[in-house]
T-cell receptor, first 112, second 116 residues
Framework: NAGVTQTPKFRILKIGQSMTLQCTQD?????MYWYRQDPGMGLKLIYY???????DKGEVPNGYNVSRSTTEDFPLRLELAAPSQTSVYFC???????????FGPGTRLTVL | AQKVTQAQTEISVVEKEDVTLDCVYE???????LFWYKQPPSGELVFLIR????DEQNEISGRYSWNFQKSTSSFNFTITASQVVDSAVYFC?????????????WGAGTKLIIKP
């Protein structure tokens, strides 16, 4: 099992550009989450999904969108990148009934 | 309201010393889960342990041990004979059984520096 994989590992965007951060898990987990971690800070939940076709907002959803068409994939879309979105983005997943979350390696995004 | 407090922002010790990271939580739920995660300088987040609210037994795994005390709402993490490789940011987190979305409430993290 590869676990949770994220691509790309690094990305630099210009203000106003768009991009999609990819997240895939091969553990057949129902629940998936997107977090951001600003330098020296903790984790903030952006969006989460409890299954294919079901998504909901977390603590900091503004400027982002998600979709969940399959159990395995949970992409995060940034439509109009802003410097405030410079952060490390983590995707995580968990299995129904198991509250612990397993994390991908993260995507380091810089918006200039 | 749910909350996790890690009051120690940064701890620095010399290798081989024992060190305890504090975690205090707040919840109204009677069934909940507590977690510790490690984030080494390489950046990944590594799951260390889950403890259920109905199991107050302390846990030991090698040099790591966890002390769960419901009476003080604490779930502290002790590293015995610390090593340089233990240097990382450690996060404590809480999940409530009544939350069907299984969201984690995170502490702010404690940065642990082990000096050789």
């Amino acid at each position: 099992n590869a676990g949770v994989t994220q691509t790309p590992k690094f990305r630099i965007l210009k203000i106003g550009q768009s991009m999609t951060l990819q997240c895939t898990q091969d553990m057949n987990h129902n629940y998936m989450y997107w977090y951001r971690q600003d330098p020296g800070m903790g984790l903030k939940l952006i969006y989460y999904s409890v299954g294919a076709g079901i998504t909901d907002k977390g603590e900091v959803p503004n400027g982002y969108n998600v979709s969940r068409s399959t159990t395995e994939d949970f992409p995060l879309r940034l439509e109009l990148a802003a410097p405030s979105q410079t952060s490390v983005y983590f995707c995580a997943s968990s299995y129904r009934g198991q509250h612990e979350q397993f994390f991908g390696p993260g995507t380091r995004l810089t918006v200039l | 309201a749910q909350k996790v407090t890690q009051a120690q922002t940064e701890i620095s010790v010399v290798e081989k010393e024992d060190v305890t990271l504090d975690c205090v939580y707040e919840t109204r739920d009677t069934t909940y889960y507590l977690f510790w995660y490690k984030q080494p300088p390489s950046g990944e987040l590594v799951f260390l342990i889950r403890r259920n609210s109905f199991d107050e037994q302390n846990e030991i795994s090698g040099r790591y041990s966890w002390n769960f005390q419901k009476s003080t709402s604490s779930f502290n993490f002790t590293i015995t004979a610390s090593q340089v490789v233990d240097s990382a940011v450690y996060f404590c987190a809480l999940s409530e059984a009544e939350d069907s979305n299984y969201q984690l409430i995170w502490g702010a993290g404690t940065k642990l520096i082990i000096k050789p």
